[in-house]
């Protein structure tokens, strides 16, 4: 069973939240080379850097400038571990608090989310959007195909995004709780689609919500909800008929659920 509904996409994005403190800490030191000299002086560390070698011409060797970058923690990491692993904490509490310099699309996902993923097989899902229909017709195209980066995806661009990846969503029992924002409307966008799909359900700190996480392209049976002729939500069918409208969301979640495999061959799905 969960091969069969479990692609490698999701599988690495659990293993990705998943990973220890240890494994987080691990490589650290390598993307964030360029905060070793802050570290040193907050953390009031005397530590001369060396220097690069240098061969010449005729044979001998000589100093150039001090070592940086990936160069310089390689060399910690083989010839001063302690320091190395010292550096490497210093980060990930900085990270863990968003205590860096670095703008807040560029902290890592983990430091967005809970660390105990669920896993979500073949269920209905809903994504707000404010163009249901596009979705509809041609799946979710686009999303965030770096897993890194998918704690705060509303500050990336367009490039980021365009080549597909994965997206959020909310089961149908929690957009019920969370995805209002107030007087009849949504989070995040003014249509919906529903869809099955798995992914990854997880707690997002700073939204203060849980989340599905799933790749775009197994999206399955996706079904536009948008507004209707005499109602604020409808579902239609491949004709451009109104199935089944009403004023309440709910509502129109509940009836397309109970009802898909009767209509199933009338709805404008992917």
């Known amino acids: 069973m969960l091969k069969e509904y479990i692609n490698s996409d999701v599988v690495s994005l659990k293993k990705y939240f998943e990973a220890s403190d240890k494994q987080k800490k691990e490589f650290l030191p390598f993307e964030y080379s360029y905060f070793f000299e802050d570290f040193l002086v907050e953390e009031n560390i005397e530590f001369d850097i060396p220097k690069e070698k240098i061969e010449y011409g005729d044979g001998t060797t000589g100093d150039g400038d001090n070592l940086s970058g990936y160069e310089l923690i390689e060399f910690l990491y083989n010839n001063n571990k302690e320091l190395f692993d010292n550096f490497s904490d210093y980060l990930f509490r900085k990270l863990f608090h968003h205590e860096l310099p670095i703008s807040d699309s560029e902290y890592p996902a983990w430091t967005y989310f809970g660390s105990n993923p669920e896993i979500i097989k073949n269920q209905w899902l809903i994504h707000f959007t404010n163009d249901a229909q596009s979705i509809a017709k041609n799946g979710f195209k686009y999303g965030v195909n770096d897993m890194t980066k998918l704690g705060l995806t ?117």
């Open 154 to 270: 509303t500050s990336l661009g367009e490039f980021e995004k365009k080549y597909g990846g994965y997206n959020f969503a909310y089961t149908l029992k929690d957009f019920r709780r969370y995805g209002y924002s107030g007087y009849g409307k949504f989070k995040y966008g003014k249509e919906a689609v529903v869809f099955n799909a798995s992914g990854i359900k997880l707690w997002h700190h700073g939204d203060q919500e849980p989340q599905v996480i799933f790749y775009g392209n197994t999206a399955k049976n996706i079904i536009p909800i948008t507004s209707g002729d005499n109602a604020n939500w409808a579902l239609y069918g491949k004709r451009g008929n109104v199935i089944y409208e009403n004023d309440d969301l709910e509502k129109v979640v509940e009836w397309l659920v109970k009802n898909y495999l009767q209509y199933k061959n009338q709805f404008l799905i992917k």
